[in-house]
């Protein structure tokens, strides 16, 4: 901590409350140690790693490869917002594959496979707003705005390759 005070007294100089800058470094300081203490007990009690130590300290495993010091965390997880839909990103994937590499140039035949899925799959909620005409279905989706539906497809061919290579480690 007298380190911090030092570097921060040559960095600024002039008059400095020492006593108010131990104080304020002393608090966040402490919050942040106990923030990645309680983090590191978070992913030791979900089981996403394994921790042994070394000379050098502790080290964390990877309990999916097996690899040691990778990124052991799963990122997905600790991303805002809801979880993607990957059943709903590896069906429409397969849809999509089925037309080969030039499925852009046939999105009408794409898009009818899509509507032939049983269960059905239900448009996207924001596309049943679209002004001025509201899609009724994926292939009148592809004919009123062919490129919303292109990239939703692309999206959704990349979420499955991430979930398809995420599944084979």
């Known amino acids: 901590m007298e380190y911090l005070i030092a570097f921060a007294v040559e960095q600024y100089p002039g008059e400095i409350d020492r006593a108010r800058l ?7 300081l402490y919050g ?10 978070r992913v030791l ?25 990778t990124k052991a965390v799963d990122l997905q997880s600790n991303k805002p917002g809801p979880d993607p839909d990957m ?4 069906v429409l994937a397969a849809s999509v594959d089925k037309h080969g590499h030039e499925w852009r140039k046939k999105l009408d035949n794409v898009a009818a496979s899509i509507d032939s899925l049983t269960p059905k799959m239900p448009l ?12 009724r279905n994926w292939t009148h989706a592809a004919t009123i705005k062919p490129e919303r539906f292109i990239k939703l497809l ?8 991430q979930d398809n290579s995420r599944n084979s480690l």
């Open 22 to 28: 131990k104080d304020v470094l002393a608090f966040r």
């Open 32 to 41: 942040r140690a106990s923030y990645w203490k309680s983090e590191s007990e």
């Open 45 to 69: 009690r979900e089981g996403k790693v394994n921790t042994y130590t070394s000379g050098q300290g502790p080290i964390a495993t990877d309990t999916r490869s097996g690899k040691g010091n």
């Open 87 to 90: 059943e709903r990103h590896c």
């Open 124 to 135: 996207p909620k924001t596309w049943k707003q679209w002004k001025p005409t509201p899609a």
């Open 154 to 161: 692309e999206y959704s061919l990349k979420m499955a390759k």
